[in-house]
């Protein structure tokens, strides 16, 4: 498992599992346990997918150390409107049995992130959270908020893969140092319509779920698959055995068309 560096000194495993939909209760337990087994070390929660209790009994019950296991939490639009983000925390540590996150992020930028901001440097300086960083901010967002921080956000989550790479963001994002972590890298499942990747994945005995991940380790993004079926858990973290030819990068680069399969932050309402 590749680690990526933060610029505030925190390491990132560039490969995580994401927990969108998945269950509270025995689906969540199971898939983060499956995915520690096969050497994840990093799972990506939020508080409004209702299922950190069980991410956090999962981790807790696993042999790993806590500190073996990147944990990622964010806070809800309405805490962060309700200027309620410390409360939001503090109710994310205790469903998570933990007394830190990994990395804890506004989750979409709605207003009075400025001040949800300022909660988050204060809760880092406490040694709650370990990184803290932004979901869904567009390069506008940033220029409103980078002026405003003590501390510089260390990433920021966007909808990422083959049909949208939002080359606003990463070029806002490459310009401050903010890491890119890619959401829906498998298109919600959309991938399996496109046949490229199944004429990638066979020259190199992989899956087509592989390739996609690969594309996104060699492109230098955090990527948060979601399974939960143990198989293809494991099938997406099988990832750092094979590389893809400069010619197979640029043919799923050339998918690029701006399509999202989630909402736009620039046009959201919730
Ligand atoms: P995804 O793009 O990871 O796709 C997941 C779907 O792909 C699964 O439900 C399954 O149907 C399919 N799949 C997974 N592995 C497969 C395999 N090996 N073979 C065949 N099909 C497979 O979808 P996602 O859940 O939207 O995104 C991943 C994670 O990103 C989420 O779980 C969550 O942690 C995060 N996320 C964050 C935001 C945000 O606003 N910050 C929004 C959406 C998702």
């Given at each position: 498992m590749?680690n990526?560096?933060l ?5 990132i495993?560039?490969l ?5 939909q998945?269950?509270d209760?025995?689906?969540?337990v ?10 994840y ?8 997918y209702?299922?950190e ?8 019950d696993?042999?790993l150390?806590r500190?073996?296991v990147?944990?990622t ?8 409107r309700?200027g ?6 503090e109710?994310s ?7 830190y996150v990994?990395?804890l992020l ?7 992130f400025?001040?949800?901001w ?15 960083g932004?979901s869904?901010f567009?390069p506008?967002?940033l220029?409103?908020l ?12 966007i ?5 949208l ?5 990463t070029a806002a ?10 959401w ?6 959309h ?5 490229l ?9 992989k ?7 690969r594309?996104d380790l ?7 698959p979601?399974s ?5 858990i494991?099938?997406n973290c ?6 893809l030819?400069?010619?197979d990068m ?12 989630g909402?736009?932050?620039r046009?959201?309402d919730f």
């Amino acid at each position: 498992m590749k680690n990526i560096q933060l610029h505030n000194d925190t390491a990132i495993p560039q490969l995580g599992l994401g927990v969108w939909q998945t269950k509270d209760g025995r689906e969540a337990v199971n898939a983060v346990t499956w995915a520690l087994d096969a050497g994840y070390r990093h799972v990506d929660t939020a508080a409004i997918y209702k299922n950190e209790e069980s991410v956090g009994q999962a981790v807790a019950d696993h042999s790993l150390p806590r500190d073996q296991v990147f944990l990622t939490t964010k806070v809800w639009n309405t805490d962060i409107r309700a200027g309620k983000t410390r409360q939001a925390l503090e109710t994310s540590l205790r469903k998570l049995k933990t007394d830190y996150v990994d990395l804890l992020l506004l989750h979409w930028p709605v207003d009075g992130f400025v001040p949800a901001w300022h909660e988050l440097e204060r809760a880092q300086e406490k040694g709650l959270v370990r990184a803290i960083g932004l979901s869904n901010f567009m390069p506008e967002n940033l220029d409103q908020l980078l002026p405003e921080t003590n501390v510089q956000p260390c990433i920021n989550q966007i909808e990422y893969h083959p049909y949208l790479t939002q080359p606003d963001v990463t070029a806002a994002c490459a310009e401050h140092g903010i890491q890119l972590e890619a959401w829906s890298p498998l298109m919600q499942g959309h991938f399996l319509e496109i046949d490229l990747f199944d004429r990638i994945a066979e020259k190199h005995g992989k899956t087509a779920a592989q390739v996609i991940i690969r594309w996104d380790l060699q492109r230098d993004i955090v990527t948060i698959p979601k399974s939960s079926n143990q198989g293809r858990i494991q099938e997406n973290c099988s990832v750092f055995d094979f590389e893809l030819s400069a010619e197979d990068m640029a043919a799923i680069d050339a998918l690029e068309r701006g399509k999202r399969f989630g909402p736009d932050p620039r046009n959201f309402d919730f």
